[in-house]
C-alpha cells in the first residue's frame, strides 16, 4: 500500500493550500487480484492520503469482498 500528498503548483509557484492526495492499495495482500488508485485533487477536510484517500478504497475492497462472497 502506498499513500500520498503533493503540493500543487500554479503559475510555476506552490499554490498555498492546494493538494492532491493519493493511495494505491491491493487486495488480498498474500496473492493480490484486485488493485484500488484513489486520487483526491484539492481534498476538504483533510490533506493526507491516508486520511482522505485510503478509505474510499477501504470502502471499494469493501464492495468486492460483498460482491463476489469472499
Given at each position: 500500500?502506498?499513500?500520498?500528498?503533493?503540493?500543487?503548483?500554479?503559475?510555476?509557484?506552490?499554490?498555498?493550500?492546494?493538494?492532491?492526495?493519493?493511495?494505491?492499495?491491493?487486495?488480498p495482500a498474500d496473492?493480490?487480484?484486485?488493485?484500488?488508485?484513489?486520487?483526491?485533487?484539492?481534498?476538504?477536510g483533510g490533506t493526507?492520503?491516508?486520511?482522505?484517500?485510503?478509505?474510499?478504497?477501504?470502502?471499494?475492497?469493501?464492495?468486492?469482498?460483498?460482491?463476489?462472497?469472499?
Open positions: 500500500m502506498r499513500r500520498g500528498t503533493a503540493q500543487k503548483y500554479e503559475n510555476g509557484r506552490i499554490a498555498v493550500g492546494k493538494y492532491v492526495s493519493s493511495f494505491v492499495g491491493y487486495f496473492n493480490p487480484k484486485y488493485v484500488c488508485l484513489v486520487v483526491v485533487d484539492e481534498p476538504v493526507y492520503g491516508s486520511t482522505v484517500a485510503a478509505p474510499l478504497c477501504k470502502k471499494i475492497f469493501e464492495g468486492i469482498i460483498n460482491v463476489k462472497n469472499l
